[in-house]
């Protein structure tokens, strides 16, 4: 069974860090795009950050750019979302997702193209 599974969430001061870990089991994510989207209450989904399958090549949302680092550990099979300098405005409900590609080097930043998600994992920032 193909799966994807979040950890690393929680509650955090402003200003604190988190790493998420997304953790693939019953496929290898060596051929695969990942993305980490967020879900606040009461708000639309939205893109976070993207990694292509060899992790050249990232992508941020500018909302998080400078603050949030994307790398992935293929030996591992689990991708990370190192969160930094964490506001308010970055609680939500964090996914990771996968889409297999041929190319190596592109990352894709539209929900609509993922295959796989996990159940998401809860991050709180507040005082």
């Known amino acids: 069974q193909l799966q994807l599974v979040e950890s690393g969430g929680g509650l955090v001061q402003p200003g604190g860090s988190l790493r998420l870990s997304c953790a693939a089991s019953?496929?290898?994510?060596?051929?695969?795009?990942i993305g980490w989207f967020r879900q606040a209450p009461g708000k639309e989904r939205e893109g976070v950050s993207f990694?292509?399958?060899?992790?050249?090549?990232?992508n941020y949302a500018d909302s998080v750019k400078g603050r949030f680092t994307i790398s992935r550990d293929n030996a591992k099979n689990t991708v990370y979302l190192q969160m930094n300098s964490l506001k308010p405005e970055d609680t939500a409900v964090y996914y990771c997702?996968?889409?297999?590609?041929?190319?190596?080097?592109?990352?894709?930043?539209?929900?609509?193209?993922?295959?796989?998600w996990g159940q998401g994992t809860q991050v709180t920032v507040s005082s």
């Open positions: 997702a996968a889409v297999e590609t041929a190319d190596i080097v592109v990352v894709i930043n539209v929900a609509g193209e993922y295959d796989y």
């Open positions: 019953g496929f290898t994510l060596d051929y695969y795009a």
């Open positions: 990694i292509s399958s060899s992790g050249g090549s990232t």
